[in-house]
């Protein structure tokens, strides 16, 4: 199982970045694909889920209405971020958990692959 993450960039704030998580080793239908990220001297924080390739959505509030994550049929996730904000600078991470054993879709300690992160700016 991998996933690699990609788009990440520098943007100005109100931009708008793409991310990618691209999958191996499964398909997206049995899996929860969750985007992390985390900012210099914080925890990781969780930003959006989807579920068995779009079933369930979820959104941290701080994201809510300007980011929209979504999946193709088999192999990738991707995260929209529109509107962007200096405070959604960090890496970016995308993991992924079989869905049936998720409980909390935002929490980091529930997933048990990750992909490597990838660096989004957003400058003011």
């Known amino acids: 199982v991998q996933l690699q993450a990609s788009g990440g960039g520098l943007a100005q704030a109100g931009g708008s970045l793409r991310l990618s998580c691209v999958v191996s080793g499964f398909t997206l239908d049995r899996y929860a694909i969750g985007w992390f990220r985390q900012a210099p001297g914080k925890e990781r924080e969780g930003v959006s889920c989807i579920t068995g390739s779009g079933a369930s959505t979820y959104y941290a509030d701080s994201v809510k209405g300007r980011f929209t994550i979504s999946a193709d049929a088999q192999h990738t996730v991707y995260l929209q971020m529109n509107s962007l904000k200096p405070e959604d600078t960090a890496v970016y991470y995308c993991?992924?958990?079989?869905?049936?054993?998720?409980?909390?879709?935002?929490?980091?300690?529930?997933?048990?692959?990750w992909g490597q992160g990838t660096l989004v700016t957003v400058s003011s």
């Open positions: 993991a992924a958990v079989l869905w049936e054993e998720l409980n909390d879709p935002l929490v980091a300690s529930e997933y048990d692959y």
